[in-house]
């Protein structure tokens, strides 16, 4: 079956600081991956996604994920973290049988500090 | 302008009572979700509609009735609420079915509180 790790409940990091949120999934054929963002009290917000080519892919906001196939891993990385990148990170993969299903994984709080 | 728009945001009730959630998007899109955030931040699928066609259900109690009278628009009802159905509801739309790798907007959600 389909699913999603985020390892990372909750993670603090320093304004200015690199940050890496990291993404397992479990997945039999080419996995369609996503990184979702909720700001507090908001909805969800796409920062990028992967479904072929090239592995590094980039997103809105300075944010960037790298698609590993061999370790099943698709981290979030961004060089700079900003006090506004506060907010709850959502790692998805699209489900089987193209229904639009997304499977998300638990979810990582990201706090910053000044 | 609101893309993908829910009423109410907040939502206190008994339980046992008959309560309904309305989303509406304006992007002309043809599939929209509801989905639910518990109380950990987890968020499940619930239901899918595309083109007032109902695609996913999942597992949900019967209690819960989506209702699509047109594409823009996907309504929630839920009957005899008991506690467990307190959560946060999203709505969400994507372009077409049929291909996973669309983009889903979401809704701002509807906090809903059962007593």
């Known amino acids: 079956a389909q699913s999603v790790t985020q390892p990372d409940i909750h993670i603090t990091v320093s304004e200015g600081a690199s940050l890496e949120l990291r993404c397992n999934y479990s997945y039999g054929a080419t996995p369609y991956l996503f990184w979702y963002v909720q700001s507090p009290g908001q909805g969800l917000q796409l920062l990028l996604k992967y479904f072929s080519g090239d592995t590094l892919v980039q997103g809105i906001k300075g944010f960037e994920a790298e698609f590993k196939r061999s370790q099943s891993s698709f981290n979030l990385r961004k060089p700079s973290v900003h006090w506004s990148d506060a907010a709850e990170y959502f790692c998805?993969?699209?489900?089987?049988?193209?229904?639009?299903?997304?499977?998300f994984g638990q979810g990582t709080t990201l706090q910053v500090k000044p | 302008d609101t893309a993908v728009s829910q009423t109410p945001k907040y939502l206190v009730t008994q339980m046992g009572n008959d309560k309904s959630i309305k989303c509406e998007q304006n992007?002309?899109?043809?599939?929209m979700y509801w989905y639910k955030q518990d109380s950990k931040k987890f968020l499940k699928i619930m239901f899918s509609y595309n083109n007032k066609e109902l695609i996913i259900n999942e597992t949900v109690p019967n209690r819960f009735s989506p209702k699509s009278p047109d594409k823009a628009h996907l309504n929630l009802h839920i009957n005899s609420l008991e506690l467990g159905d307190s959560a946060v509801y999203f709505c969400?739309?994507?372009?077409?079915?049929?291909?996973?790798?669309?983009?889903?907007?979401f809704g701002p959600g509807t906090r809903l509180t059962v007593l």
């Open positions: 992007l002309g899109h043809d599939t």
């Open positions: 969400a739309s994507s372009h077409d079915l049929g291909r996973s790798t669309d983009t889903q907007y």
């Open positions: 998805a993969v699209g489900g089987s049988g193209n229904t639009g299903k997304l499977i």
